[in-house]
């Protein structure tokens, strides 16, 4: 009986860890079958396959496998990955799938036709945005309303909860079409310059009449000097996350230096020439198999993924990059369209072209709207609009 009962034991702890065993290497990517009557075991890597928006179809090398969201098992080796969904641009990329190595895809596809949404009505000009892409104030000229609305205007581009007002806000009044303005760094106020070179500075929370305005020439260099102040500390307080060759070389070899807004990844152009070192940190498995270029040229826009220790050119010296929330995405404004990409420089895909005023396109804290000024391809003047990507 106690031998029964030993044999029981011995059986169950080895069914147990023989069960346990199969599992962890099910996991890893292992995948059993037959051949020739004999048991085989094939080493696989895993893909994960994600989109937004989800339940689009996954291809590889042009064979459906599966939707989104889900988990692939596939031979180790380079694939083609397409993902498409019915009225989005399709997504492609080449991967290569690693023995034991989980990689994952995030594919952000867009609208074959976004939609267009109005937010002004009364024409608008010299659009700029705020540095957190909050805000946008703009030009109402006096030609346009009759005069009726003619000045300055600010308007909110956060999501705000219902119940509260994001209709745009008059600062101030007056003829202001050839006029400057220049954001704070923390968007609460504008350096307003008229053509006359008074230069006033303006609190965006209220209205005050143009007849109330105080000229700030004489205090303008030092107002400019606060906040390029402000703008240095915040970027040396980002920049001194990372490892001291990194920092040294953002610090003094870059330039237009904006960290995605996780503040996983830096979109900067090199300033002078460099070689990004590696190994600075430790190999990431499942890191992107994209290629790469270590080795920096003066002029050229990159993207450095500070998780995955990668590095990817992304444009030449006279493009003008923004990050998409979600920080995976680059929105790039064109002369002829306006293009949404995937921060390593590859799928570049066109979402929007006619009539769009160059270079008036901005993300906004939402992955699915753009900000564009636009009239739409006629003569009317142009106004602000929201362009859907979802």
Do not use: C
């Amino acid at each position: 009986m106690e031998k029964a009962r030993v044999l029981i034991m011995i059986s169950t702890l080895l069914i147990i860890g023989s069960v346990g065993t199969l599992a962890i290497l099910y996991a890893k990517g292992y995948r059993f079958g037959f051949q020739e009557n004999q048991v085989t075991i094939s080493s696989r890597g895993l893909l994960v396959t994600n989109s937004d928006p989800s339940g689009a179809q996954v291809f590889i090398d042009g064979e459906l496998k599966t939707a989104t969201n889900n988990t692939l098992s596939l031979p180790p080796k380079k694939y083609l990955v397409e993902i498409k969904k019915e009225g989005f641009i399709p997504w492609q990329k080449e991967i290569i799938i690693e023995k034991e190595i989980v990689s994952q895809i995030e594919a952000f596809l867009v609208p074959l036709a976004p939609s267009l949404t109005a937010l002004t009505f009364s024409g608008v000009v010299t659009p700029v945005i705020s540095p957190d892409f909050s805000k946008i104030v703009y030009i109402v000229p006096p030609e346009l309303e009759n005069g009726e609305k003619a000045g300055l205007w600010v308007l909110e581009t956060v999501d705000l909860p219902l119940g509260f007002n994001r209709d745009p806000r008059r600062v101030t009044d007056g003829d202001l079409s050839k006029a400057k303005m220049e954001w704070s760094p923390d968007g609460q106020e504008i350096l307003l310059t008229k053509t006359d070179d008074l230069t006033y500075l303006l609190d965006l929370t209220e209205f005050t009449p143009s007849s109330l305005l105080v000229n700030v020439n004489s205090k303008i260099e030092t107002i400019k000097a606060e906040w390029l102040e402000k703008q240095d500390k915040r970027l040396k307080s980002q920049l001194s996350q990372l490892p001291d060759e990194l920092e040294e070389i953002f610090s003094k070899k870059t330039s237009k230096i904006r960290f995605a807004p996780d503040e996983s990844k830096v979109l900067y152009e090199a300033s002078e020439e460099a070689t990004i070192p590696e190994g600075i940190f430790k190999s990431l498995p499942g890191a992107s198999t994209q290629e790469q270029q270590r080795d920096i040229k003066v002029g050229v826009k990159y993207v450095y993924d500070i998780k995955e220790d990668r590095n990817f050119k992304v444009g030449e010296k006279d493009e003008t990059f923004y990050w998409l929330s979600n920080s995976r995405n680059l929105l790039l404004p064109r002369l002829d369209r306006i293009i949404i990409l995937d921060y390593d420089g590859t799928n570049r895909q066109g979402v929007f072209g006619a009539g769009y005023v160059f270079p008036h396109a901005y993300p906004t804290t939402s992955t699915g709207r753009v900000l564009i000024l636009t009239n739409l391809g006629s003569q009317e003047a142009a106004n602000l609009y929201w362009l859907s990507l979802k």
